[in-house]
């Protein structure tokens, strides 16, 4: 049963860290911090999570997932309270609260400095991914049960999540490696080069997949039947109640978090995928992809960090990803590998060993051309020592080359 349990960890520690946001003060940020500082922490304590267990009652798994709405709209309407000043005390709850424990938590929140606010961003950021993100990623993918579906893209739409959930199924996982996916990052780009190429190339994607899809079908961008419209409606009815429970200010919480949030998934691609190359004709393996088998991410992420197996197929549910021990591992934990990415210095000196790795136990003879391409094109001298710049061989680079 422990096996089950513990993917109700992540909804459940993150709920609890959203509702000691009441308390204003430092309970705005620092039980997010400690969270992520714990993870990534454990990440390097616990042993790799290599175990592949059976799953008899997928309906367990399943709800673990689906508390991941309830609690991204637990973590926006404490947003919204959060950001209401004087007696703004959305549908009593500060009035609540104060009677059942005491604690005048609306005259906390009027009394926190703004110090304590800005900072509060931080943590929320990577909990709105987890609570968000992620669990709608798993559900957006689970495109032959209409409820679950439905139920991935109203989660992702809450933070304006509108063009991630077409792109990511049907486009990126097709790309995967190529110069068509806006989700790998060349060799060279740091996240800071890489993060405006990819929110651009995301939402371009997903308005060309949904165009296509509907004219298959014979109807207008701008028909009801239209997905990222219907998905926008959501965003705005949650940016609209935004502005009912506290003002511009409430509207400004929201965009910053979703804004944020946009990039932290961004970022999570970064180091999923970094510096990978495919053939396009050739399919997607496990090895086009960094994986992570640490225990800890792997629980509060619905095993994203089995990521090989989830790039192999994309139809296999969370809790059945097979950890692929022997495909490349990405750098740290997941939480570790992503913070390292935000220090771009960092990030090289840890990623170039793998990236070599990857090029001589990996890559296949026939990606050698685009190996090489990318590695001179990335300007890292420590490249030059890859097995595929010293190869000679007869492969042809496609035509249009990498197109970073």
């Not at 053939?279 to 992570?292: A, D, G, M």
């Not at 059945?320 to 220090?343: C, K, N």
């Not at 710049?389 to 007869?394: A, G, W």
Request: proline share 5%; aromatic share 12%; net charge neutral.
């Amino acid at each position: 049963m422990l096996s089950y349990m513990r993917f109700f960890l992540g909804p459940l520690l993150f709920t609890a860290v959203t509702l000691l946001m009441y308390l204003g003060g430092v309970w705005l940020w620092l039980p997010g911090v400690a969270l992520i500082t714990g993870v990534s922490v454990l990440d390097q304590i616990f042993p790799f999570d290599v175990k592949e267990s059976r799953y008899r009652y997928a309906w367990i798994t399943n709800l673990a997932l689906y508390l991941s709405t309830p609690a991204a709209l637990v973590l926006f309407f404490t947003l919204f309270w959060v950001a209401g000043s004087g007696t703004q005390d959305i549908f009593g709850v500060g009035a609540f609260i104060t009677a059942h424990t005491g604690i005048d938590v609306v005259a906390a929140r009027n009394a926190t400095p703004w110090y304590h606010v800005t900072l509060m961003f931080v943590p929320l950021v990577i909990i709105a991914t987890g609570v968000g993100g992620l669990a709608g990623h798993e559900l957006t993918h689970r495109t032959w049960n209409p409820f679950e579906l439905w139920l991935g893209r109203i989660t992702m739409a809450l933070n304006w999540g509108v063009a991630f959930p077409i792109e990511h199924v049907y486009g990126h996982h097709a790309y995967v490696g190529t110069q068509k996916d806006p989700a790998t990052a060349a060799r060279g780009d740091s996240v800071y080069q890489h993060l405006p190429k990819a929110m651009h190339r995301t939402v371009i994607n997903a308005w060309e997949i949904e165009s296509t899809r509907l004219a298959r079908h014979g109807k207008s961008f701008w028909s009801p039947s239209n997905v990222i419209l219907r998905m926008a409606l959501v965003s705005a009815a949650t940016t609209g109640f935004a502005f009912w429970a506290a003002g511009w200010t409430g509207v400004a919480f929201h965009l910053i978090v979703c804004v944020s949030t946009k990039v932290a998934l961004e970022v999570l691609n970064y180091v999923e995928h970094y510096g990978m190359v495919r053939v396009p004709s050739q399919p997607v393996q496990p090895r086009h992809s960094w994986n992570c088998n640490h225990m800890v991410s792997g629980v509060i992420t619905y095993n994203l960090t089995r990521h090989s197996h989830h790039h192999a197929n994309a139809n296999t549910p969370f809790q059945d990803l097979r950890a692929h021990s022997e495909q490349p591992h990405m750098p740290g934990g997941f939480i570790t590998a992503y913070l390292t990415a935000l220090v771009p210095p960092l990030w090289r000196r840890a990623i170039t060993p793998k990236l070599l790795e990857w090029d001589k136990t990996q890559a296949d003879r026939s990606e050698f051309a685009l190996l090489r391409e990318a590695n001179i094109k990335s300007g890292w001298d420590e490249l030059k020592q890859s097995v595929a710049n010293t190869t000679q061989d007869q492969t042809v680079i496609p035509q249009g080359g990498l197109g970073y």
